[in-house]
């Protein structure tokens, strides 16, 4: 099975939107796009009760089998047509209040209340992505006031080194054992996934993984989340801005699974479809992948709407 991961691994990170490390990570955005943000989204935190809430707008996609317990192996699955119906889905998730079953089990399980973790690529990382809510109260400031307690809740998370979030990082290489190099305090033997949730004991893990080429994705993915769920920890799914794959599987495979295991998924494919180019750009030196990096005004949104989703999710999930 290690076999298999690396080989598909090995492949994936041929194709895979951010480099390996020991390429040079991407500084500035050569695209000068003026900063805006997107209107603040208007959500409600469903009600305590004992009917399963109906998402809005309804969008019908169709589930896959019951998720693995272990490593995949065997055949890749028979996947469905792609449709469309995911690009409808909101920005910004209504989330099921059976977050909060998964939630009270990770407490019990010693789970940290005050963390949380991101499993992505290059553009998940600090400098990227969340570190400005540690480093720049300025922006910290301009929140609104449920947004600065979310910040001041998950301090220490947002602008931490994780071997989940770096550069080249898909699916496979989560379950892969060699992949965080022995490094972040990670042990011989463990994967990335299960050395992050043994250092940082996170209560909460947003997944989103960049543009790769893995045919087993959603195999992959099936049996990340079936770890965090059995350990306690809330998944928050999240799309993407590109469509380097050419036929959006990988955005395709974040809603059907958000369906199957009724997660949130935060649908930042839409909050970037304003944007000229959905605020994409080529990196000089790496033209051969295409137009996947985000530049300012795309990586504003991003931070804020991942901010505004994981707000909600907490809130919901503890009840408050």
Known sequence: MK?????SLLFSL?????????????TASP????SRLVPTPRYDIPPTSTETPTPSPTVTITPTSAPPTDTPSGPTETLEPITD????????????????DTYLLGQSLGNDPTAF??????????????????TDPTLVSSLRPDLQEAVQQFQGSFNRESPTAQDGTTPGALLWDQWHRGEYGCQSGETPVSCELRIHRPSFVIIQIGTHFESRNREYLKTIISQL????????????ADNRELDNRVNYDMAVLSTQFNL????????????PDRGLYVMPGREEQGAIYLNDAAKEIHRTTGLETLNIVWRVATGR
């Not at 076999?3 to 080989?7: D, E, G, N, T, V």
């Not at 041929?14 to 991407?26: D, E, H, V, Y």
Request: aromatic residues 12%.
């Open 264 to 275: 949130p998924l935060w649908n930042f494919w839409a909050a970037v479809s304003d944007l």
């Open 229 to 240: 769920l059995l350990q306690g920890v809330v998944p928050i799914l999240a799309t993407k």
């Open 31 to 34: 695209t000068n796009t003026p």
């Open 117 to 134: 973790s991101i499993f992505g690529d290059c553009q998940a990382r600090p400098e990227e992505f969340f570190g400005p809510f540690e």
């Open 14 to 26: 041929i194709l895979a939107a951010c480099s390996p490390q020991a390429l040079p990570r991407p």
């Open 85 to 100: 119906d995911w690009m409808n889905l909101p920005v910004i998730p209504q989330v099921y209040t059976s977050v909060r």
């Open 3 to 7: 076999r298999l991961i690396l080989y």
